[in-house]
């Protein structure tokens, strides 16, 4: 199994951060999409998800444009679901420090296996 760890490091530039104007407000940001995909470190096969982020801004948010770039880049990456959520968990942790993030991986079925991954924390 090979996964490209230096450039799943490499994809977190790609998230550009801008300042929440409403640093005061609780409010949620949700993303959601189905465009997510990368190769499967064993086959090389792709990989399809829908993807889920929700997240409640502190001072800073996300540039929308730069999600679907950091999205786009995984799609010829070889690397494993747990990976992937974890990755994409941290960018977004280490980028804005929110509230609230969570992340959910939803994995195409594959083989008559549904599967589902998901990553919470709540900062109060």
Not at 76 to 103: A, G, Q
Request: net charge neutral; proline share 6%; hydrophobic share 35%.
């Amino acid at each position: 199994m090979t996964e490209d760890l230096n450039k799943l490091k490499e994809i977190a530039e790609i998230l550009e951060e801008l300042p929440n104007k409403f640093p005061e407000a609780d409010y949620p940001v949700e993303f959601k999409t189905s465009e997510l995909t990368s190769l499967c470190p064993f086959t090389g096969h792709p990989d399809f998800y829908r993807l889920k982020i929700k997240y409640k801004p502190d001072k800073s948010i996300v540039e929308l444009k730069s999600v679907k770039l950091y999205i786009e880049k995984f799609r010829n990456l070889r690397t494993t679901h747990e990976t992937l959520l974890n990755v994409i968990f941290e960018d977004f942790k280490s980028l804005l420090f929110p509230r609230y993030l969570f992340v959910e991986l939803k994995v195409n079925v594959r083989g008559g296996i549904k599967t589902t991954l998901s990553r919470e924390e709540n900062r109060t």
